[in-house]
């Protein structure tokens, strides 16, 4: 997919081709981690509505994709933002998204955090997103010592893509908002 470009064209063409992918091999785990991560930003693309109704799509082909290979980390860490992400819809995006699927999924930070722990055994610190996305699910239950571990191993960890320099800022200012005192 040389030129591939975050359009929606282009991504709809990147869904067509791992559509296709499912049909010839449907026990093919990266085809099925590949269709939520572009399924998901082709919807991005297309508003908050079509966000919201491709919940259960982007969810059930991360479960699948697990299904087949427990041993994908970055699977694990996508299912368990999946959950974070919708924890922490605000009030008017939960009123909107009940608008159209009556009820949100069920997702809580525990599953969240089992998934992104087991991503962290399989591959540690492999990804800063996942190190900040454990200290955060810590965090919203109530672990504060454990939270602000993770957070500072997040921060200790180098950037070496654009992935890494957004998460490294966003740790840095929970880590400010959170454990640092204030005079």
């Not at 009030?91 to 991503?119: H, M, Q, V």
Request: charge should be negative.
């Amino acid at each position: 997919m040389k030129g591939l470009r975050n359009s929606t064209p282009d991504l709809q063409i990147a869904v067509d081709i791992v559509d296709q992918a499912l049909v010839v091999d449907e026990t093919n785990s990266s085809a099925h981690r590949w269709k939520a991560i572009i399924s998901n930003a082709y919807n991005m693309s297309k508003g908050m509505k079509q966000q919201i109704l491709n919940l259960e799509t982007m969810k059930y082909h991360l479960q699948r994709a697990i299904e087949l290979n427990p041993s994908d980390a970055t699977v694990l860490t996508l299912m368990g933002s999946w959950h974070v992400e919708l924890l922490d819809l605000s009030w008017y995006e939960r009123k909107f998204a009940n608008t159209f699927l009556g009820e949100l999924p069920d997702c809580s930070y525990e599953e969240a955090l089992e998934f992104f722990l087991k991503a962290e055994e399989l591959a540690p610190k492999a990804w800063n997103r996942n190190l900040y996305l454990i200290g955060k699910s810590y965090f919203r239950l109530g672990d504060r010592w454990k939270a602000k571990h993770y957070m500072e191993l997040t921060l200790d960890q180098p950037a070496v893509t654009d992935d890494d320099n957004t998460v490294l800022e966003e740790a840095e200012a929970f880590y400010r908002k959170n454990f640092l005192l204030t005079l």
